[in-house]
């Protein structure tokens, strides 16, 4: 059985820091490209970053690039979203995904909720 599980979410004030994880098990970690998503609540889903899977290759939405840093740890079946200089506009559930084979095998977590307020 393949599981996602997202921790590290909160609420942050403008300007602060949270680092999100990811533990997957049931999948060879490996294999897998990683990504993390978000969805604000009336907002279609968006992919943040994004991840290959020997970790050569990142890529950010442009909302983000230079804040954010997606990191991937193959000896953990981790994968991390360090997010730095948080704004409001980044409340958001962010969503935890793995897929390969260009897209046609793709598992998701639950979710973690981040709220940056002040």
């Known amino acids: 059985q393949v599981q996602l599980v997202e921790s590290g979410g909160g609420l942050v004030q403008p300007g602060g820091s949270l680092r999100l994880s990811c533990v997957a098990s049931?999948?060879?970690?490996?294999?897998?490209?990683m990504a993390w998503y978000r969805q604000a609540p009336g907002k279609e889903r968006e992919l943040v970053a994004s991840i290959t899977n020997e970790g050569r290759r990142k890529n950010y939405h442009d909302t983000v690039r230079g804040r954010f840093t997606i990191s991937k740890d193959n000896a953990k079946n981790t994968v991390y979203l360090q997010m730095n200089s948080l704004k409001p506009e980044d409340t958001a559930v962010y969503l935890c995904?793995?897929?390969?084979?260009?897209?046609?095998?793709?598992?998701w977590g639950q979710g973690t909720q981040v709220n940056v307020s002040s």
């Open positions: 049931g999948i060879i970690f490996g294999w897998y490209d």
């Open positions: 995904n793995a897929n390969r084979a260009a897209g046609r095998v793709n598992h």
